[in-house]
T-cell receptor, first 115, second 116 residues
Framework: AQKVTQAQTEISVVEKEDVTLDCVYETRDTTYYLFWYKQPPSGELVFLIR??????QNEISGRYSWNFQKSTSSFNFTITASQVVDSAVYFCALRGFNYGQNFVFGPGTRLSVLP | DTEVTQTPKHLVMGMTNKKSLKCEQH?????MYWYKQKAKKPPELMFV???????INESVPSRFSPECPNSSLLNLHLHALQPEDSALYLCASSQRSRMGGGYGYTFGSGTRLTVV
């Protein structure tokens, strides 16, 4: 079975602080994909990043960075110098390679960045 | 155009009403999806359309009836809903029709439905 855990239900930080959102996943697939989505109050799910199971390189995109470690089945997301606009619910998701496999979403982490 | 457009943004309906949610994309995507999201929960898949044909129905009650009139348009017809059906309904599309794999979905901003 596949499962995604986001242990942090809610996080509050003050603007300009760094914050890391944790994601731990379970799967028996050897080929799989990991995603992060952002859901602001407006409702849409905004795609942030996709990683396949064979690519453990960490990635940085502006203030965002991702740390993928297969050894610990984790795909953590760090926001550097957080801003109020980063306030949203963040979902980590897993999807297998085979046909018919849907997203398995984590429960989400609500991030509040206070001015 | 890289968007999925959903209308209406908000909908309040009575339990005896019939209403429809609309979703439109002009990215040439061949798969479209309906998700239901309750408050403080992740989205849950309801239906998948692949090349305008229903390919997956996740055991959704018949009071929800999807329709895909063409490759750009997806509707969700609602009839005799219950208050517990109140939720955010999200539409998504993807370039490929195969559900697994690494390609991403483009999500709309959703319709917030309240059943009274």
């Amino acid at each position: 079975a596949q499962k995604v855990t986001q242990a942090q239900t809610e996080i509050s930080v003050v603007e300009k602080e760094d914050v890391t959102l944790d994601c731990v996943y379970e799967t028996r697939d050897t080929t799989y994909y990991l995603f992060w989505y952002k859901q602001p109050p407006s409702g849409e799910l905004v795609f942030l990043i996709r990683r396949n199971s064979f690519d453990e390189q960490n990635e940085i995109s502006g203030r965002y960075s991702w740390n993928f470690q297969k050894s610990t089945s984790s795909f953590n997301f760090t926001i550097t110098a957080s801003q109020v606009v980063d306030s949203a619910v963040y979902f980590c998701a897993l999807r297998g390679f085979n046909y018919g496999q849907n997203f398995v979403f984590g429960p989400g982490t609500r991030l509040s960045v206070l001015p | 155009d890289t968007e999925v457009t959903q209308t209406p943004k908000h909908l309040v309906m009575g339990m005896t009403n019939k209403k429809s949610l609309k979703c439109e994309q002009h990215m040439g995507h061949r798969a479209m999806y309906w998700y239901k999201q309750k408050a403080k929960k992740p989205p849950e898949l309801m239906f998948v359309y692949s090349y305008e044909k229903l390919s997956i129905n996740e055991s959704v009650p018949s009071r929800f009836s999807p329709e895909c009139p063409n490759s750009s348009l997806l509707n969700l017809h609602l009839h005799a809903l219950q208050p517990e059906d109140s939720a955010l309904y999200l539409c998504a599309s993807s370039q490929r029709s195969r559900m697994g794999g690494g390609y991403g979905y483009t999500f709309g901003s959703g319709t917030r439905l309240t059943v009274v």
